[in-house]
């Protein structure tokens, strides 16, 4: 049963009606001497609130995207997957692969969702990623196109499964292309949170782990690799939620050669993380503010900035880092007047997001 489904949801629901109906039934019922009695209500008591809180805690997981799956949340893993290099595309372990395609293996998951693992040469990170391809990208009249790409991001806590579990983006992406209303594009979810219970920072720290450099050099290069993309930056995104969304600013800013727009949901401006922040000089070139504010000439990019008017000072954030952008001509701001931190309120943002992901792109390569 999956950890997110609703399913698992209304069955704790169900556990919590449950334990309040024996603890009322059997509350007068309980045999035995008096010191049995009070163990076995006490027992019945603490039922009742432990199903409450289980009830309380998937509602959160599921509202925030923190784990996505039974594996994410007891920390196992799937085993390390065979990446080999391949312009044309990847080979499915148990699935119909086209003629074209060489003999490289990802691992099938839900949701059409494609896994492996990567060594980064640059960063030396190892982590899992997950990559959405579109129907389009088996079909002939496609067998030509390099597509483009948008790399996605979670929070902190968080997992990139979320992006196509709790979010859903491989749906909304799916409709919108269906509708003419965005070209096909692959999603690539890379493991962002590279320390576990640490927050990383989305920076190259002294002596200790580049994730900067995984998520803007090394997963690039290897979608590169793998699969038949269009390599120039115009034709490469990056959106993420929360703490992700700090970190799609943060990279486009420092790897502008490789990564052209990038969507902030719900972000903020200055880094958060103590891996970081003990670091004055560290926290000031990871800082996307400062880091617009003080360039003697800002990269060419394009901005999205969301926020909510009911969280926080996400909209104020968002206006304040476009104010900063000497060329805002294709940069925007979006704004949800009601809604707080949470998936909900970045699912609304999607289709927006994707469809302005589409208009930076130049057409497709052929």
């Known amino acids: 049963m999956s950890l997110t ?12 009606v449950a334990a309040l109906a024996g603890l009322v039934v059997g509350w007068n019922r309980v045999p035995g001497p008096l010191p049995v009695r009070v163990v076995a209500r006490a027992v019945m008591a603490m039922a009742c609130q432990a199903t409450a809180v289980l009830t309380v805690l998937v509602w959160v997981n599921n509202t925030y995207g923190l784990y996505d799956s039974w ?6 893993g799937n085993g390390q997957v065979h990446l080999a290099t391949g312009r044309r595309g990847p080979q499915v372990a148990g699935g119909a692969v086209a003629a074209d395609v060489r003999r490289v293996r990802f691992t099938p998951l839900q949701n059409g969702v494609l896994r492996t693992t990567v060594t980064g040469p640059r ?15 088996y079909e002939p009249a496609y067998r030509r196109t390099a597509f483009p790409v948008v790399e996605l991001l979670p929070g902190y806590p968080g997992t990139p499964r979320a992006w196509f579990g709790a979010m859903g983006v491989q749906r909304e992406l799916t409709a919108l292309i269906r509708a003419h209303q965005v070209r096909p594009m692959i999603l690539v979810a890379p493991k962002m949170n590279v320390l576990g219970n640490v927050d990383p920072g989305c920076a190259d720290l002294p002596h200790g782990s580049r994730t900067s450099t995984w998520l803007g050099v090394d997963v690039p290069e290897a979608v590169k690799q ?20 700090y970190c799609a600013v943060n990279l486009v800013l420092h790897h502008p050669h490789t990564l052209h727009a990038a969507v902030s949901l719900s972000g903020y401006n200055a880094p958060v993380a103590q891996l970081v922040t003990r670091h004055p000089a560290l926290a000031r070139a990871n800082n996307p503010y400062l880091e617009l504010r003080d360039a003697k000439r800002q990269p060419g990019i394009a901005l999205l900035m969301a926020g909510s008017e009911q969280d926080g000072n996400t909209v104020y954030a968002a206006r304040a880092l476009l104010s900063e952008l000497r060329d805002p001509e294709a940069s925007r701001l ?17 289709p927006t997001a994707l469809r302005w992901i589409a208009g930076q792109m130049p057409p497709a390569v052929p």
């Open 226 to 245: 793998n699969f038949r993309v269009a390599p120039d930056a115009a034709h490469w995104a990056v959106m993420g939620y929360s703490a992700g969304a």
């Open 71 to 76: 594996t994410d949340l007891l920390g196992g």
């Open 334 to 350: 979006l704004t949800l007047t009601r809604g707080g931190h949470n998936t909900r309120v970045w699912r609304a943002m999607l």
């Open 5 to 16: 489904g609703t399913a698992f949801f209304w069955m704790t629901i169900g556990l919590v």
């Open 123 to 137: 960063s030396h990170i190892t982590g899992e990623v997950d990559v959405w391809l579109p129907p389009q990208y």
